[in-house]
């Protein structure tokens, strides 16, 4: 049964505090989670809903565990130990250390491919020597393009909390005692077993010169899974021997374009362009990449840079 105390209800969750202490711990996991956004919660209910993740999902997490650890210590150290455990529960720091724990046999089956733009998981510190081990893993795809790794639904190492698509650090990669490639060629492996070649859709894109008269009208094909773009070989064979410009511009897009003249590679890139631009705008928080655009010709990627001289597009290593 819930305790009452002054008017206020005590969850049984936490029936441990008195009234007084009850409301200081509400305020300070709404303080802590205000600073990430997520403030105002009903947090009556015993649990809190943080974003995390490599696709920044919303996830929910336990309070109890939580409480019992302020309820053992100096009211003075309160706001810190609510900030620090709501700051690991949005960095999936458990999770993360599962993954340091598992062995490659208990994730092979779980690696995704991510691809993304290589943002640094820890902010530069001027006064310290970032530690690499803490940092993504990631191997450069193209300028600008980098490939990933996601456990999906890693566990975490406390029982209490959820599941959660982590994104794969060094220090994992490390434990795991395999080499880089064989682990993106096993997220590729489970992305042929797991899902069906996709099926194509189309955008046309018309382009118009300045005074508005119409250029050309380019066909966009596009597909739900941006993995794909490393497969683009073995889907489709003759795009990818004659070459095409591509983009990934979010996790749950891939485009491509062929050029149907040599002389017609600047609007292509153009639409291309405004197809991206259109997605990462629409993409949700987590799973935008960027609205860059790059040759691909037989498994091979280069981004495209306007030339300055001539406004022309022009691929770069």
Not at 124 to 134: I, N, V
Not at 174 to 185: C, F, H, I, R, T
Not at 212 to 237: C, F, Q, S
Request: proline share 5%; glycine share 6%.
């Amino acid at each position: 049964m819930a305790q009452t105390f002054a008017a206020v209800e005590i969850p049984e969750w936490c029936g441990f505090f008195d009234a007084e202490q009850f409301e200081a711990f509400r305020k300070e996991v709404d303080d802590a989670c205000d600073c990430f956004g997520a403030g105002g919660q009903y947090l009556e209910s015993g649990f809190v809903e943080l974003v995390a993740g490599a696709y920044s999902d919303g996830y929910e997490f336990r309070l109890e565990q939580l409480a019992k650890r302020c309820a053992e210590a100096p009211r003075e150290d309160w706001e810190g130990i609510c900030f620090g455990q709501i700051d690991a529960w949005s960095m999936a720091e458990a999770q993360s250390e599962w993954l340091e724990q598992a062995s490659f046999e208990q994730v092979r089956d779980l690696l995704r491919i991510h691809l993304f733009d290589g943002s640094p998981r820890c902010e530069a510190d001027e006064t310290e020597e970032p530690d690499e081990s803490e940092e993504w893993f990631r191997l450069p795809l193209a300028d600008g393009l980098w490939i990933g790794l996601v456990v999906a639904d890693a566990p975490s190492t406390d029982e209490d909390e959820p599941e959660i698509d982590t994104q794969v650090h060094n220090a994992a990669v490390q434990a795991w005692g395999v080499e880089p490639e064989q682990l993106v060629e096993a997220a590729l492996a489970n992305l042929r077993r797991e899902e069906e070649a996709p099926a194509w859709g189309e955008v046309s894109v018309e382009l118009s010169d300045e005074d508005g008269e119409p250029v050309a009208t380019i066909t966009v094909l596009t597909a739900e899974n941006a993995p794909w773009a490393l497969l683009l070989d073995e889907i489709e064979p003759e795009l990818a021997e004659h070459g095409v410009v591509l983009a990934v511009p979010a996790q749950d897009a891939v485009l491509v374009a062929e050029v149907p003249e040599p002389d017609m590679l600047d609007l292509v890139v153009t639409a291309v362009s405004a197809v991206a631009r259109d997605h990462v705008d629409a993409a949700e928080i987590g799973y935008d990449i960027g609205d860059s655009t790059y040759w691909y010709q037989n498994g091979e990627f280069s981004r495209f840079e306007e030339s300055e001289s001539d406004d022309e597009a022009e691929p770069v290593g």
